[in-house]
């Protein structure tokens, strides 16, 4: 073995995000026990990389067995044993079209192409394919169940033969071994690198724990044994030596260009940006660095220290874990971010907050947001009121925003929330769709009040204050007699809130309450103090005007 492995150790550095990344997911494939973290860099064995391929898909596999089309087809066995042992007395129409909705998921998963590459590596009698095919089931007539139920019965105990024997070949240990690897190759681990090895397209079918040691693993064992004292290049990453420069960084996604098509993209045509076979079997975990819900991934680099950045990740993997336990949605990495954030704040109440980097990964591109203090500071804040948001939104051009990820995103961007709370009290003031009540949309004003804090120190309104103004503006649309003239009020309000006039909108409203013979509220005097009183008042009598009652209020107008 060469110097470049001191004592069978290679020491793998923190530096850029994405070696970060990689190093991240290093530890989550191995796990901590089997390395040694340090301030900045981890140390690990070498005899943790024989048959290294065999952890680095099987962590894939167990990380995302829940969204996997794989778990998916084994789950309904429960039903069919259920069935099984209640001989059928239960069996309802609901149970039936259920059966067939499954039928027809377990044959699009076991004929699509991830699964058809996995049934040449399986040394069985079994012709699966087959057996899916053969697997049908008639629709039921109406009323079929009640008048012929042993015929109907009899149709489903023998189908049910024909799951027993699919259950049997997909619980054998070769198919469990590779088949929900491949399923994560293209749904987790393409999201990180591609194009070469077995994400090659000419190299997509055989086994792809051989080609991943062949390419990866046996690569990087052949240089540690190879000797480069006469070595005149070096890695780019890590600055080990190397004979050649023919490991370019164009397999990692959004990150590289191919070096023999792209020559000018360096400087002077001469790219001399190469890496060695360690780092390169380092890079293919950066999938295991980042937490993906369907096409969405998201990696904070806290790299204040390397136990930071494990600990932070680590945390959002689980919350993300926790999130899905009943629903598996997109919006829950954006709420497994926040859960973490905070969680890691609270660690971190007696220190100072560092600023922090977070990449998403959306649409095959990454996007990268600083998180500075002010932001760490108003998220925690908002630690109460972001939850109650979870399920709120509204519809838009035929398109759904949800305002929980709608509002953290803006939150990361350093954007206030004014223009995401006006296409909300827009659509509703329109009659369109919106899932956000009225008091929903002051806790987004609330959660915008805490951002403009932190911000530029901004003096906020108690939520006494806040909730007094909504309900005078409640009250206010309940004095006209004629509904669409207190409607045409309220959109012209609305208006004059967009375009920041505050003129027009005193105007608007002490006309409206000079046709009312009412007194106007001192704290309307607030609004020329600044831009960001003027709207948040105005915000909040608005949604009085268009919001709903609340229950304090639905009977009471002269409360």
């Keep these: 073995m060469s110097e470049l492995a001191e004592n069978d150790i290679i020491e793998f550095r923190l530096n850029s995000w994405l070696e970060n990344a990689a190093i991240c997911g290093l530890v989550n494939i191995l796990g901590e026990d089997h390395v040694t ?321 977070v990449i998403r990964y959306e649409n095959e591109r990454y996007y990268f947001n600083l998180l500075p203090k002010h932001i760490l500071r108003t998220i925690n804040m908002s630690k109460e009121k972001l939850p109650q948001l979870f399920n709120a939104g509204f519809t838009l051009n035929s398109e759904s925003h949800y305002l929980y990820p709608e509002i953290v995103d803006s939150l990361m961007n350093n954007t206030n929330l004014f223009r995401l709370i006006h296409q909300v009290l827009r659509v509703k003031a329109t009659g369109g769709q919106v899932y956000t009540s009225s008091n929903q949309i002051m806790k987004m004003i609330e959660i915008n009040q805490n951002f403009l804090k932190e911000l530029i120190q901004m003096t906020p309104l108690e939520p006494q204050e806040l909730e007094r103004i909504r309900r005078d503006g409640y009250f206010f649309k309940k004095e006209y007699a004629n509904k669409r003239k207190g409607d045409s009020v309220g959109h012209r309000l609305l208006n004059a809130l967009k375009v920041n006039d505050r003129n027009a909108f005193m105007d608007i409203l002490l006309n409206s309450y000079m046709y009312l013979n009412k007194q106007v509220p001192n704290y309307f005097t607030e609004v020329f103090s600044d831009d960001e009183h003027y709207k948040t008042i105005g915000y909040c009598f608005v949604t009085g005007m268009i919001g709903e009652a609340h229950n304090a209020e639905g009977g009471n107008e002269n409360e």
Excluded at 129 to 152: C, F
Excluded at 208 to 231: G, P
Excluded at 311 to 338: F, M, P, Q
């Design 37 to 357: 973290i340090k301030n900045q860099s981890i140390e690990v064995p070498l005899s943790e990389f024989v048959n290294f391929e065999e952890v680095y898909f099987n962590y894939f596999a167990k990380q995302y067995e829940k969204l996997s089309s794989f778990t998916k087809i084994l789950a309904y066995e429960a039903e069919v044993t259920r069935q099984q042992q209640d001989n059928f007395s239960h069996f309802t129409r609901k149970d039936y079209d259920r059966l067939q909705k499954y039928l027809t998921d377990l044959k699009r998963y076991g004929t699509s192409n991830s699964y058809k590459a996995v049934y040449p590596l399986i040394e069985s009698s079994v012709d699966i394919e087959g057996l899916l095919k053969s697997i049908k089931l008639d629709k039921l007539k109406k009323n079929e169940l009640e008048q012929n139920r042993e015929q109907v019965v009899e149709r489903v105990k023998k189908l049910y033969e024909q799951l027993d024997k699919v259950y049997v070949y997909f619980k054998r240990a070769d198919v469990q071994r590779y088949l929900p690897a491949k399923i994560q190759i293209y749904s987790v681990i393409n999201k990180g690198y591609s194009d070469v090895s077995f994400l090659n397209r000419q190299e997509s079918k055989g086994d792809f724990f051989e080609k991943y040691h062949q390419y990866f693993v046996s690569s990087m064992m052949n240089y540690l044994n190879e000797e480069h004292k006469k070595d005149k290049l070096t890695c780019s990453n890590c600055h080990r030596p190397i004979k050649k420069g023919d490991i370019s960084y164009s397999f990692i996604n959004q990150a590289g260009y191919d070096a023999n098509r792209k020559q000018s993209n360096a400087w002077d045509f001469n790219n001399d940006l190469y890496m060695c076979p360690i780092c390169r079997l380092m890079y293919t975990c950066i999938p295991a660095g980042f937490t993906y819900v369907y096409n969405q991934g998201l990696f904070v680099n806290d790299n204040h220290t390397l136990q930071s950045l494990i600990d932070v990740n680590k945390g959002i993997r689980l919350n993300v874990l926790e999130l899905n336990k009943t629903d598996v949605r997109s919006k829950n990495t954006y709420a497994a971010l926040i859960r973490t954030l905070q969680d890691q704040m609270n660690r971190q109440s007696r220190k100072e907050i560092q600023d922090i980097q």
